[in-house]
C-alpha cells in the first residue's frame, strides 16, 4: 500500500476547509430562517438559496479545499473536472431536496427532518466519493468498508440535525454555534472518509495526463466561493435592509393616517354653564 499525505500543505487546508464549512453552514441557517417566514414561491426561491449556501459552500467546496492537500509522494495526482463538477451538482440537489423535506412545510415534523436527513446524508455521501473518484494516478484506489460505513453515519446524523437546526434556530448566537457544529460534523465526515482510502499504485500504467493539477483547481474554486459566499451574503442582507425599509414605511404610513384622522375630528367648542 503506498504512502498516502492529507495534510500535504500543512493545516493551511483543513482550517480553509473549516472556514468553508461554517460559512457554508452560517448562510443556510440564516436563509433557511427566511424561508420559514416566506410563503409560496417566495419560500422556495430562500431554500435554493439555502441550498447552495450549504451544499455548494458548506459541504462541497469544504470538500475540495481539503482534499486540495491530499498527496500521493511517488506519483502524480490530477483531477478530472467532469467528475468534479458532477460532485457539485449532487452536492446542492441532494441539500435542495433535504431542505425541501424538513423545511418547506408549514409545520415540519420529526418524519420529515429524518427523511430529509436520510436522503441529504447518503447524498452528501456520494458527493465524496463522487469527488474522490475524480483523483487520477497510476494506480488503484479502495476503501476501508468500515470507515466507510462511518462516514456514511456520520453524513446522515450531521445532515438529520442541519435539518432540525433550519427548522427551529433563532437568534444571532444560536445560529453562529450551530454552525460551528455543522462545520464540525462535515469536516468529520470528509476526514473520515478520506482515512479510508487506501492506494495501491502500478509500474504497469503510464504517468496520468489530462485533468487539472490541484493548483490549477484551486483558482476556480476559489472564484466560485467568492462568488457563492457574495451573492448569498448580498441576498440575505439585501433582504434585511428592504424588510426594515418597508417597516420604516408601514410606521411613516401609519403616523400619516393617524394624523390626518386627528386633523378631521372637529375640535370641541361645546360651552359649559
Not at 60 to 77: C, Q, R, S
Not at 142 to 159: E, H, Q, W
Not at 184 to 209: F, K
Not at 213 to 233: K, N, Q, T
Request: hydrophobic share 60%; with cysteine.
Amino acid at each position: 500500500m503506498a504512502e498516502v499525505h492529507h495534510f500535504a500543505y500543512g493545516f493551511i487546508n483543513p482550517v480553509l476547509g473549516f472556514v468553508l464549512a461554517f460559512l457554508g453552514s452560517l448562510l443556510s441557517l440564516v436563509l433557511a430562517t427566511r424561508a420559514r417566514a416566506a410563503v409560496g414561491s417566495s419560500r422556495m426561491r430562500w431554500l435554493i438559496m439555502s441550498a447552495f449556501a450549504l451544499g455548494g459552500t458548506g459541504i462541497w467546496l469544504m470538500h475540495f479545499m481539503a482534499i486540495l492537500g491530499f498527496d500521493i509522494p511517488e506519483t502524480l495526482v490530477r483531477y478530472d473536472p467532469l467528475t468534479t463538477a458532477a460532485s457539485f451538482a449532487i452536492s446542492v440537489v441532494v441539500v435542495a431536496v433535504g431542505l425541501f423535506l424538513a423545511v418547506y412545510a408549514m409545520r415540519p415534523t420529526v418524519v420529515r427532518i429524518v427523511a430529509g436527513g436520510v436522503v441529504t446524508g447518503i447524498g452528501v455521501a456520494a458527493m465524496h466519493y463522487t469527488g474522490m473518484s475524480a483523483v487520477t494516478f497510476a494506480g488503484t484506489l479502495s476503501y476501508d468498508p468500515a470507515l466507510v460505513a462511518a462516514s456514511f453515519a456520520i453524513a446522515i446524523v450531521a445532515a438529520t440535525v442541519a435539518l432540525w437546526f433550519a427548522t427551529v434556530i433563532q437568534g444571532a448566537s444560536a445560529t453562529v454555534a450551530a454552525a460551528v457544529l455543522m462545520a464540525i460534523a462535515v469536516c468529520s465526515m470528509h476526514y473520515t472518509g478520506m482515512a479510508a482510502v487506501r492506494i495501491e499504485l502500478s509500474s504497469d500504467l503510464p504517468p496520468v495526463s489530462g485533468g487539472m493539477g490541484a493548483f490549477e483547481l484551486l483558482a476556480p474554486i476559489a472564484v466560485l466561493a467568492c462568488v457563492l459566499i457574495s451573492s448569498l451574503a448580498y441576498a440575505t442582507v439585501g433582504f434585511t435592509v428592504r424588510r426594515e425599509n418597508d417597516q420604516e414605511e408601514m410606521m411613516l404610513a401609519r403616523a400619516r393616517e393617524l394624523y390626518e384622522h386627528a386633523a378631521m375630528v372637529p375640535a370641541d367648542t361645546g360651552r359649559h354653564k
